[in-house]
């Protein structure tokens, strides 16, 4: 059974940079069937997708927050990672790290979840 | 970049059948992919491609698609079922990139 957990801190202040790390067990980020995204969600909204990695280590990202953001990856930790630069109040969600799957002729689906991690952007 | 539309609220009365809808242009070349979200906590993968549900989903969950609108419809709704729905596809004006729909909030009465 796959599992991910999201780690980083709760707290960023406004103009830093939000770190937050996936950890995933039962099965290897480095398999070539599987991505690996981030998604968001503000409290009370909807989910937001951020960005993705492959296993190659190419990324994409959300147009929205292309210019902000980084999605590393980190196979001797079967780890991936999530860097946001020059947060502001409205970055402030729960950020879920999940596993994409994908398939010919459909939406990327997204069948591993953690449990998400909320980041407060305050000073 | 491409949107996903969905009615903000839905309800359906106890073993009835409810359809949430999810409609947007991408819709047309992709079948949309289904999530369910109880309170705090994860989504949850309910239905994808044309036709799979994951293990463990009841197959009271299935979904279809015509034109422009997906629909995930739930055959005699229980109380469990009572969450936020949401769709995702692909972006129309980049297909590696990823939108979500609004979401639906589903009561069951």
């Known amino acids: 059974q796959v599992q991910l957990q999201e780690a980083g801190p709760g707290l960023v202040k406004p103009s830093q940079t939000l770190s937050l790390t996936c950890t995933v067990s039962g099965g290897s980020i480095s398999s070539g069937s599987h991505y690996w995204s981030w998604i968001r969600q503000p409290a009370g909204k909807g989910l937001e997708w951020v960005g993705r990695i492959y296993p190659s280590g190419n990324t994409k990202y959300n147009p929205s927050l292309k210019s902000r953001v980084t999605v590393s990856l980190d196979t001797s930790k079967n780890q991936f990672s999530l860097k946001l630069s020059s947060v502001t109040a409205a970055d402030t969600a729960v950020y879920y790290c999940?596993?994409?799957?994908?398939?010919?002729?459909?939406?990327?689906?997204?069948?591993?979840w953690g449990q998400g991690t909320l980041v407060t952007v305050s000073s | 970049s491409s949107e996903l539309t969905q009615d903000p609220a839905v309800s359906v009365a106890l073993g009835q059948t409810v359809r949430i809808t999810c409609q947007g242009d991408?819709?047309?070349?992709?079948?949309a992919t289904w999530y369910q979200q109880k309170p705090g906590q994860a989504p949850v993968l309910v239905f994808y491609?044309?036709?799979n549900r994951p293990s463990g989903i009841p197959d009271r969950f299935s979904g279809s698609t015509s034109g422009n609108t997906a629909s995930l419809t739930i055959t005699g709704a229980q109380a469990e079922d009572e969450a936020d729905y949401y769709c995702n596809s692909r972006d129309t004006s980049g297909y590696h990139h990823v939108v979500f729909g609004g979401g639906t909030n589903l009561t069951v009465l």
């Open positions: 999940a596993r994409e799957g994908d398939i010919l002729g459909a939406a990327p689906y997204f069948d591993y």
């Open positions: 491609g044309k036709n």
């Open positions: 991408s819709l047309r070349t992709y079948f």
